[in-house]
């Protein structure tokens, strides 16, 4: 997923599923999710 915040609703909905599903869900982090600006480094036009 590495700044790719088009695939974040599918994370969303893997998450919310596994919340609904099972009584303890953790969701870890290994960082590096945000590096650099995900809006400017993925479109053209920032604008």
């Known amino acids: 997923m590495h700044a ?3 695939n974040f ?3 969303a909905y893997v998450v919310k599923t596994y919340k609904e ?3 303890n869900v953790w969701l ?3 960082g590096d999710l945000f590096t650099g600006n995900p809006i400017v480094d993925q479109y ?3 604008g």
């Open 44 to 46: 053209k036009d920032p």
């Open 28 to 30: 870890f982090s290994a």
């Open 9 to 11: 609703d599918k994370l």
């Open 4 to 6: 790719k915040i088009d």
């Open 21 to 23: 599903k099972y009584e």
